[in-house]
């Protein structure tokens, strides 16, 4: 089993981050823009420290983990079924014993 939620969550806020897609702070005529599809450097700059920021708090702080195990390996063109296992640590207590939450996702093709 790998670790996919680094680059999924990297994926997700790397598309929904970029500066003029969704929104530009700060934006080329406002404060902050909505769907303007330009950008300029101020723009990136703080898209790179929210980007970051989000990412840092998803994958180390909170804990995110999602697992994939394949049933058939080998041919990944006749996958039949695909597990995913979402876990997050939700807090640690006194004596070191973990609550963790976990969701099993079964795909079937």
């Known amino acids: 089993m790998s670790d996919w ?11 929904l981050l970029q500066p003029g897609l969704l929104f ?5 005529r ?16 703080i898209h790179t420290l929210i980007f970051f ?3 840092y708090v998803l994958i180390l702080a909170v804990k995110i983990h999602i ?6 390996s080998q041919d990944l063109r006749w996958m039949t079924s695909t597990n995913i296992h979402v876990t997050t640590k939700i ?3 006194m ?4 609550l963790n939450y976990r969701i099993r996702t079964t795909t079937w093709r």
């Open 5 to 15: 939620a680094p680059v999924l969550i990297g994926v997700v806020l790397f598309v």
């Open 24 to 28: 530009s702070f700060p934006g080329n």
């Open 30 to 45: 406002e404060q902050l823009e909505f769907g303007s599809m330009k950008t300029n450097g101020k723009a990136i700059f």
């Open 53 to 55: 920021a989000l990412y």
């Open 67 to 72: 697992y994939t195990s394949l049933t058939n």
């Open 91 to 93: 807090a640690t207590f």
């Open 95 to 98: 004596d070191g014993k973990t």
